[in-house]
């Protein structure tokens, strides 16, 4: 399966440095596989949304939690301490016509995550209106995941 990454970086700069692109794909690229006890393909990607390319054979479940606790780890060794904030993995599987056929846009059968950083998980999901942008989908056409 393949896995498009966003990443929504909502915390001060005191909590924890912005990543860059590379950064972002190297610390799953680093960790992922282990997290998710299972093989995949990490890459950055060109485009102005998804900033990395996962390719597994994992659930999607699977590789929910495992985006969540790989970014929520390498923020801990990173800062050398526990983060103060929540990281998210918001997944959605594409079933409508692809809008582009340009590789690095999401394609119909493939999943998009928007991995966050937040300081209030519960607001954030609110704000993005999580409820109805969720509302009539199949729980194996989503997942929801926390540190």
């Given at each position: 399966?393949?896995?498009?990454?966003?990443?929504?970086?909502?915390?001060?700069?005191?909590?924890?440095?912005?990543?860059?692109?590379?950064?972002?794909?190297?610390?799953?690229?680093?960790?992922?596989?282990?997290?998710?006890?299972?093989?995949?393909?990490?890459?950055?990607?060109?485009?102005?949304h998804w900033r990395c390319e996962i390719i597994?054979?994992?659930?999607?479940?699977?590789?929910?939690?495992?985006?969540?606790?790989?970014?929520?780890?390498?923020?801990?060794?990173?800062?050398?301490?526990?983060?103060?904030?929540?990281?998210?993995?918001?997944?959605?599987?594409?079933?409508?016509?692809a809008t582009s056929t340009n590789p690095s846009?999401?394609?119909?059968?493939?999943?998009?995550?928007?991995?966050?950083?937040?300081?209030?998980?519960?607001?954030f999901l609110q704000t993005l209106g999580w409820?109805?942008?969720?509302?009539?989908?199949?729980?194996?056409?989503?997942?929801?995941?926390?540190?």
């Open positions: 399966m393949r896995f498009l990454l966003s990443h929504n970086y909502s915390i001060p700069e005191t909590a924890a440095p912005a990543l860059s692109i590379t950064e972002f794909c190297t610390i799953f690229q680093t960790h992922l596989s282990t997290a998710m006890n299972h093989a995949c393909q990490v890459q950055a990607l060109e485009h102005p597994t054979e994992a659930d999607a479940n699977i590789v929910g939690a495992a985006l969540v606790k790989s970014l929520a780890t390498s923020r801990e060794a990173q800062l050398g301490k526990a983060i103060n904030y929540k990281v998210l993995a918001l997944g959605g599987l594409k079933t409508t016509p846009a999401l394609q119909t059968g493939e999943w998009g995550v928007d991995v966050v950083e937040t300081p209030d998980a519960d607001s409820d109805k942008l969720t509302a009539g989908r199949s729980a194996e056409e989503l997942f929801q995941f926390s540190s």
